[in-house]
């Protein structure tokens, strides 16, 4: 059972083994349910759910869904359960799977980290509007592939590919600040574009097991805190990069973007839709 929004939502096992189930949602005093969404994934035995609320984004989740055949794929929806839909995937970006017509983003989450795939949870803050970073790959199908990076800037509605493989993130500066560790643990990238083009910053030049990658709360500061220890002696050691050092100028107007949350569903729903939820 989950809180949020004001509306709680519950999973119910299905009779069987699979390891699916029902998610429902309540009305705003938790009392009365009505069906979400069928097939929901969330095996009881492991108590793990890829159940996911992206903060940057008031009524948006991300959850995985079984299907007939076993196989797992990711769905998103926008207005709080009304509606579910698969992850549009980045345009030019090839699929997985060729041999299948059918090819959306699906996102590693808890689950995926149980069966030991190298990614890190999906990551969104109240502070960077719009703002969605996650590990997953394109396939008609959750696989057990290598991971890459892919990032929304429209709270979950259109994606890119941002990074190959996986990495440690972290959202800095409201979000116009994004931040990874990849797999040369000497060298820090970060974005100013929303995870368009990269920049790398060598911060140390011993050899050094990260074991972390944080900034402060609230997702607002442009430093950021990278500890572990190095494989040389076995010492604990923490590097604190003030990334606001490594920018040359300041933003101006001709920087910004004019952009509406849920603006997206104006095409669909015609132009009397002002980017509102029931």
């Known amino acids: 059972m989950n809180i949020e929004d004001d509306l709680v939502y519950i999973h119910v096992d299905n009779n069987d083994t699979r390891g699916d189930g029902t998610l429902f949602t309540s009305d705003s005093d938790g009392r009365v349910f009505s069906q979400s969404l069928r097939n929901h994934f969330y095996p009881s035995i492991e108590i793990t759910s890829d159940f996911y609320k992206v903060k940057s984004m008031r009524g948006t989740y991300i959850v995985s869904q079984l299907n007939a055949d076993r ?14 839909k698969q992850i549009k995937k980045p345009e030019n970006e090839p699929c997985h799977n060729k041999e299948k017509s059918e090819c959306y983003l699906q996102i590693t989450g808890k689950l995926s980290l149980r069966n030991n795939i190298k990614s890190s949870l999906p990551l969104s803050s109240e502070s960077a509007l719009g703002i969605v970073l996650v590990h997953g790959h394109l ?8 991971s890459d990076v892919y990032i929304s800037s429209d709270g979950g509605y259109n994606w890119i590919k941002a990074l190959n493989g996986p990495h440690e993130y972290v959202i800095a500066d409201h979000g116009g600040l994004l931040v990874a560790l990849g797999e040369n643990k000497k060298f820090i990238k970060f974005s100013t574009d929303e995870g368009r083009c990269w920049h ?15 900034t402060e709360p609230g997702n607002k500061a442009m430093t950021v805190l990278i500890w572990g220890y190095n494989v040389s002696n076995s010492e604990w050691v923490i590097h604190v990069v003030d990334l606001s050092q490594l920018l040359d100028r ?8 004019e952009w509406y949350a849920h603006s997206e569903m104006t095409h669909s729903l015609g132009n009397n839709y002002s980017g509102c939820f029931l």
């Open 200 to 214: 790398e910053h060598q911060f140390t030049t011993d050899d050094i097991h990260i074991t972390g990658l944080l």
């Open 250 to 257: 300041e933003c101006s107007s001709a920087d910004y973007e």
């Open 71 to 84: 196989s797992i794929r990711s769905l998103i929806t926008f207005n709080r359960g009304a509606e579910w």
């Open 139 to 146: 396939a008609s199908s959750l696989k057990t592939s290598r």
